[in-house]
């Protein structure tokens, strides 16, 4: 079975400043891999996904993860954050070809000004 | 607008009381699913649905049901409600099969805040 494990439950950091969340999975199989966003009283919206080919998968808002298999990481990074981008942060799995999703247990990115 | 409807978006009830909650997509998905928020937890998989008529439990299924009569909706009950069910609820779909791009991404819904009492 698939697991993720989100190491940090809380990042506060100041904006502008850079930033990375990091997520490590753990599968005997190959994984697709996402990043989701949770900003407050809002649904979950997809920042990225790794399906295969390049390891640096860029998404919306200027996120980015690298996929990094020996490690089983898949970290997300932003060079400069925004205020706007308080919100919780969910990395997930799946196995390649199926729908359900394995989540990790989510982490409170907080932006001071 | 593609969309995953979820209601109640807010409920309190009591231990006991019977209730639904609602979701419907409008992108003929085949693919439907129920997770459960919780702090420190992440999101669990509840139940999930391939296809019309067709139900699977996910990781965290006692004390829920589902059913899928047609493929657009896929209501969650709750039989007899208790206070460990509190949560926040967030339904998805997607459609089955590889595509194109290698892999289906959920659609969620906006989730529904339940507290038990």
């Known amino acids: 079975a698939q697991s993720v494990t989100q190491l940090d439950s809380q990042v506060p950091v100041f904006e502008e400043a850079p930033v990375e969340l990091r997520c490590n999975y753990s599968?005997?199989?190959?994984?697709?891999l996402f990043w989701y966003v949770q900003y407050p009283n809002q649904g979950l919206q997809l920042l990225l996904k790794y399906l295969s080919g390049s390891t640096l998968v860029k998404g919306i808002n200027g996120f980015e993860a690298e996929f990094n298999k020996s490690q089983t990481s898949f970290h997300l990074r932003k060079p400069s954050v925004h205020i706007s981008d308080t919100a919780e942060y969910f990395c997930a799995v799946s196995l390649q070809g199926a729908q359900k999703l394995v989540f990790g247990q989510g982490t409170r990115l907080t932006i001071n000004p | 607008e593609a969309q995953v409807t979820q209601n109640p978006r807010y409920l309190i009830t009591v231990t006991g009381k019977k209730l639904t909650v609602t979701c419907s997509q409008n992108?003929?998905?085949?693919?439907m699913s129920w997770y459960r928020q919780d702090p420190g937890l992440g999101l669990r998989q509840i139940y999930y649905s391939m296809n019309v008529e067709v139900t699977d439990k996910g990781d965290v299924p006692e004390g829920y049901k589902v059913s899928r009569k047609e493929k657009r909706n896929f209501p969650l009950i709750l039989e007899s409600p208790s206070p460990n069910q509190t949560s926040l609820y967030f339904c998805?779909?997607?459609?089955?099969?590889?595509?194109?791009?290698?892999?289906?991404?959920?659609?969620f819904g906006a989730g529904s805040r339940l507290t038990v009492l």
């Open positions: 998805a779909s997607s459609f089955r099969g590889r595509t194109v791009s290698g892999a289906n991404v959920l659609t």
């Open positions: 599968s005997s199989v190959s994984v697709y």
């Open positions: 992108m003929n998905h085949e693919y």
